[in-house]
């Protein structure tokens, strides 16, 4: 039986790295955003470390944005040397929340690093931006050593579904057709399926959904945009998006999702997930 795995359900929304990265480049994960969730995942996915019982000495943050996981992974394990690689040099690159953890840019399906480098490698709402999810976690596999950790959380499939819904309705009536814009990110059995595919062993991976709410459309547009987060495909409508579209867009968000308080809800599925690498034969 073939295995799918997320990088068959991709079709046709390949990313522009060139225009990812330079979108990452600009990204201000420190501002204090209302709505910015980072810290919360942040957080939980510290908490699932602290209950396996494990000692990394080398660890490795995978697509790290801020000193949030670096700095919960030094308390955890003070000896450890900790690791770290961004998908683009951002501006922040040289912040004291950086610079303790060597960090290096590259490309999350082809690692900088030498064979079974890793005990752990931890990498906190990256991993979907990877260009071939099932390669990025070959080459995790490739630079753990044997019996490593890989621990990670990846945006699931109904994220930004609001969002999504408004999108696909205005493309239909301008274009006659579904552009990607938004990334397509997988469901918890996909994930699955990609993560047996890799190699990796032991594989368990969980969700958790809920909602944020904004005063605004604008406030989501704005800060995905701080995040890094837009539409960096290679297809993509003709010419430049003008300024009716964003206003239909979020008119039609409120005129569909708007709350009886006013506010519009940003619906957020997040799958977590860890898996080992192979013990010695």
């Known amino acids: 039986m073939t295995i799918k795995t997320l990088d068959s359900f991709a079709k046709t929304a390949t990313l522009d790295q060139k225009r990812l990265r330079r979108a990452f480049a600009k990204q201000n994960p420190f501002a204090n955003n209302k709505g910015d969730f980072l810290p919360a995942i942040a957080e939980e996915l510290l908490s ?45 690159a040289h912040s004291p ?14 690692l900088p ?3 079974q480098s890793f005990d752990c490698i931890i990498s906190n709402l990256a991993l979907h931006w990877s260009p071939r999810l099932t390669t990025s976690l070959k080459e995790i596999r490739r630079v753990l050593r044997p ?5 990670f959380s990846i945006m699931g499939f109904d ?5 999504k819904i408004c999108q ?7 274009y006659g057709k579904i552009w990607p814009r938004l ?3 997988p469901t918890m059995h996909q994930l699955g399926d990609t993560m047996a595919n890799s190699g990796l062993i032991q594989g368990v991976a969980d969700r958790e959904c809920f909602k944020i709410y904004l005063n605004d459309p604008f406030e989501l547009l704005t800060q995905l945009k701080k995040m890094g987060t837009g539409n960096h495909h290679l297809d993509r409508p003709p010419g ?42």
């Open 48 to 92: 699932r470390l602290e209950i396996i019982r494990f000692s990394p000495q080398r660890i490795l943050n995978l697509g790290q944005r801020d000193g949030r996981i670096g700095e919960g992974l030094r308390s955890l394990f003070p000896q450890a040397q900790q690791f770290s690689m961004c998908i683009a040099p951002p501006p922040y």
């Open 97 to 110: 929340q950086l610079s303790r953890c060597r960090p290096l840019c590259g490309d999350l399906s082809r």
């Open 113 to 115: 690093y030498a064979n």
């Open 147 to 151: 019996d490593g950790l890989l621990l």
């Open 159 to 163: 994220t930004l579904q609001e969002l």
């Open 168 to 174: 696909t309705h205005l493309d239909e009536i301008h």
């Open 183 to 185: 990334l397509t990110y």
């Open 240 to 281: 430049l998006t003008g300024k009716g579209y964003l206003k239909e867009l979020v008119h039609l968000y409120r005129q569909r999702f708007t709350q009886q308080n006013g506010q519009i809800p940003v619906t957020l599925e997040i799958l977590f997930g860890h898996a080992w690498s192979k013990p010695t034969p």
